[in-house]
């Protein structure tokens, strides 16, 4: 695809390569997130290929900024977060979590603002206890606190943390014009299916099945709700912030239906939109 490599002239080898390896990173970590944690009934790497596939529709040729660098740091933290489901040590693990969000805020700073999104989720998987919430809070005032002890030491400019908002708005250009009806006859569908077999999905689940996808449904919804607010600020949606959630959310619409073709032909659909966005403006 065109936006891996983004333009070869401007960047170079060094940000193609770059690219490459973070979506593969995130397509992988996004499986094993979906499989370890037990968001979906059946184990299946359908994520795998639906990652990159939102990524690209949602990232143009060359713009991959400082939102899309950080988005694996944020997948792992809710990885670590989720995990205290399954039986791990609930205190080591929010600290990771809070941690790799500080990390994450360093490349863009609304990222910060995803500890509301830990917090909801111990909420709903286990009893009250203050530790637990402000664990996650130390662990990325540690970061800022690291990185400005760095920043001293190594007579760095003062940063500018609300830049990374600017700059990778910058990044995203208007919609092509044939996007609107694109959107109506496949994207709008899929994700309608999606929405309902998630919630068929929910309805029929365990408690700790139940506990999860609420956890996920928060992290989904704060980060529409980060976008919006970054619209407000920069001008532009960032689409990446939400690309990851609507990956995970179609993967309901594609596992245990009768009609597998239907599924398969939109995600054929979705696929070439996402190569002539690419390559359309070549």
């Given at each position: 695809m065109r936006w891996l490599a983004g333009s070869f002239k401007a960047a170079g080898w060094t940000y193609c390569l770059a690219v490459m390896l973070w979506v593969a990173v995130m397509a992988v970590q996004v499986a094993f997130l979906l499989n370890e944690t037990e968001l979906v009934d059946r184990r299946n790497h359908l994520s795998g290929l639906l990652v990159p596939l939102a990524l690209a529709l949602s990232v143009p040729a060359g713009g991959a900024g400082a939102a899309f660098f950080g988005l694996p740091l944020v997948i792992w933290s809710m990885h670590r977060t989720w995990s205290i489901s399954t039986g791990h040590k609930a205190l080591g693990a929010l600290f990771d979590a809070g941690l790799l969000l500080g990390a994450a805020a360093q490349f863009?700073?609304?990222?910060?603002?995803?500890?509301?999104?830990?917090?909801?989720?111990?909420s709903v998987i286990r009893p009250f206890q203050w530790r637990e919430y402000i664990v996650p809070f130390v662990g990325v005032v540690l970061v800022f606190y690291l990185a400005w002890g760095v920043q001293r030491l190594a007579d760095i400019p003062d940063q500018a943390p609300l830049r990374t908002i600017i700059r990778s708005s910058m990044g995203f250009t208007g919609a092509p014009a044939h996007f609107g009806w694109i959107v109506s006859l496949v994207l709008v569908p899929l994700l309608v299916v999606a929405s309902l077999r998630f919630a068929e999905h929910y309805g029929r689940g365990v408690v700790r099945e139940q506990n999860i996808r609420s956890a996920f449904i928060a992290f989904g919804l704060t980060m529409a709700l980060l976008g919006?607010?970054?619209?407000?600020?920069?001008?532009?949606?960032?689409?990446?912030?939400?690309?990851?959630?609507?990956?995970?959310?179609?993967?309901?619409?594609?596992?245990?239906?009768?009609?597998?073709?239907?599924?398969?032909?939109?995600?054929?659909?979705?696929?070439?939109?996402?190569?002539w966005l690419q390559y359309g403006g070549a």
């Open positions: 863009y700073m609304p990222y910060a603002f995803l500890l509301v999104v830990v917090w909801a989720s111990v919006v607010l970054v619209q407000l600020i920069g001008g532009r949606f960032p689409v990446v912030l939400v690309a990851v959630p609507l990956a995970v959310l179609t993967t309901f619409a594609l596992i245990g239906t009768r009609r597998a073709w239907l599924g398969e032909l939109a995600v054929a659909c979705l696929l070439l939109f996402a190569i």
